[in-house]
């Protein structure tokens, strides 16, 4: 008996229910005021209509989510490459004795090149003259929206040092042990990696 009063009392609610299209304009506050109140008025005492409206949210939050791209497919991700030229004074040490690491450092040479994406990327690495023993690094990088660009060294998973692209495009670290890093680039719109840079 208590399932068909349910059902009888359905019935009853929803002969005086607004349609979906109504709910789904209420929901989104587009009823003209006098007809918003009706059915906010209805909605106070039909539990039907007052779930109607609850799956229209869910709905809507869910395709609201579904719309936004996610970050993966915003940001454009480079591997940066290796132009020749630039770092490589010491004549074809790198090739002749397969030790790259060797050849990669940049302090007896100019700069590194580097191509990533649509960017170029030049690093000058050098002693730092205030703290012996240890390098510098100067950056530049052309070809990229320069604004909230954040320039990382990391080793391993751990980030040794951070700092902001200034907007021309320039950064630099100094103080640096020497060893091997990545070097990461990222903006809002793109993300360049240096896999090995070797000072
Ligand atoms: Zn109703």
């Not at 106070?44 to 936004?68: D, N």
């Not at 454009?76 to 397969?98: E, F, H, S, Y």
């Not at 951070?162 to 903006?187: H, K, M, Q, R, W």
Request: hydrophobic share 40%.
């Amino acid at each position: 008996m208590a399932h068909m009063d349910d059902s009888l009392k359905a019935a009853l609610y929803r002969i005086t229910c607004p349609d979906g299209a109504t709910l789904g304009n209420y929901h989104l506050g587009l009823l003209a005021e006098t007809a918003a109140q009706q059915v906010a008025h209805h909605l106070a005492i039909c539990p039907l209509c007052t779930r109607e409206i609850a799956q229209l949210e869910a709905f809507l939050a869910e395709t609201a989510v579904s719309l936004q791209p996610s970050t993966g497919e915003r940001i454009k991700v480079w591997i940066a490459k290796r132009l020749p030229g630039g770092g490589q004074n010491r004549q074809g040490m790198g090739a002749a004795t397969g030790t790259p690491a060797f050849a990669l450092r940049g302090d007896n040479g100019g700069p590194l090149m580097y191509e990533a994406g649509d960017a170029q990327l030049s690093l000058e690495i050098q002693d730092d003259p205030e703290h012996p023993g240890r390098k510098s690094i100067l950056g530049l990088v052309l070809g990229i929206e320069t604004e909230a660009v954040e320039v990382k060294l990391l080793q391993g998973d751990g980030v040794v040092t951070a700092v902001t692209l200034d907007e021309i495009g320039n950064f630099s670290f100094t103080s640096l042990a020497t060893g091997s890093y990545e070097l990461t680039l990222s903006g809002q719109t793109i993300e360049i990696h240096v896999p090995d840079l070797n000072i």
